[in-house]
């Protein structure tokens, strides 16, 4: 079962433009992790933010968390061709250090 | 070098067959994972580890089964492979923070 559903499932933009990502979620949790995922790549862990945080920064990302809603949502400014990727939440809702992974969206930008 | 590596990369083989995917990270780190990658599902979690001599199943154990003697070494073996078998592989293991670092991946093609 799936606990983080990534909208929208694909997101296409031309560089420059800002990408914005959703997450939705099912249960309490006590951190929220994204990762990015390079076509024919492992997946690599981009920023964390804890249930306790509601926006955090790192570079060109902002990530934003709402426990009331169980959702999140990753913001890339000023995107380049190179933010081409697949976007995943992820969530460990048993703080057992098991991640649950949404399906991700597909994100083009195009130069 | 450090970090994560998969072996191998690439693996065609037929029904029936045992087929072991290996797994080496050098950072010692506690939990390594096992997911698979299908289209439509995401990531799901087949085994985790804790510790060398402690695994359980993820979420699709069915069909595969797991080994750690070594902290460093987490093998995959499927032990009569199917054709739904067929899958990218991704091994992981958990750093700070909770980020888990993934493996480059293995291909699987079971004809």
């Known amino acids: 079962s799936q606990q983080g559903e990534e909208d929208p499932q694909a997101l296409s933009i031309q560089e420059g433009e800002n990408a914005t990502m959703n997450c939705s979620y099912k249960?309490?949790?006590?951190?929220l992790q994204w990762y990015r995922q390079n076509s024919g790549r492992g997946l690599v862990h981009l920023i964390l933010?804890?249930?306790?945080?509601r926006e955090k920064h790192s570079g060109r990302l902002r990530v934003t968390l709402d426990t009331s809603k169980k959702s999140s949502s990753l913001l890339i400014t000023a995107s380049r061709a190179a933010d081409t990727a697949s976007y995943f939440c992820a969530t460990d809702p048993d703080n057992t250090d098991k991640l649950i992974f949404g399906t991700g969206t597909r994100l083009q930008v195009f130069p | 070098d450090a970090g994560i590596t998969q072996s191998p990369r690439y693996k065609i083989t037929e029904t029936g067959r045992q087929v072991t995917l290996m797994c080496h990270q050098t950072w010692s780190h506690s939990y390594m994972f096992w997911y698979r990658q299908d289209l439509g599902h995401g990531l799901r979690l087949i085994y985790y580890?804790?510790?060398?001599?402690?695994?359980d199943k993820g979420e699709v154990p069915d069909g595969y089964v797991v080994s750690r003697s070594k902290t460093e070494n987490f093998p995959l073996t499927l032990e009569s492979a199917t054709r739904s078998q067929t899958s990218v592989y991704f091994c992981?293991?958990?750093?700070?923070?909770?980020?888990?670092?993934f493996g480059p991946g293995t291909r699987l093609t079971v004809l």
């Open positions: 992981a293991s958990t750093g700070e923070l909770d980020t888990q670092y």
């Open positions: 580890s804790a510790a060398a001599d402690i695994t």
């Open positions: 933010i804890r249930s306790n945080e």
């Open positions: 249960t309490s949790i006590n951190n």
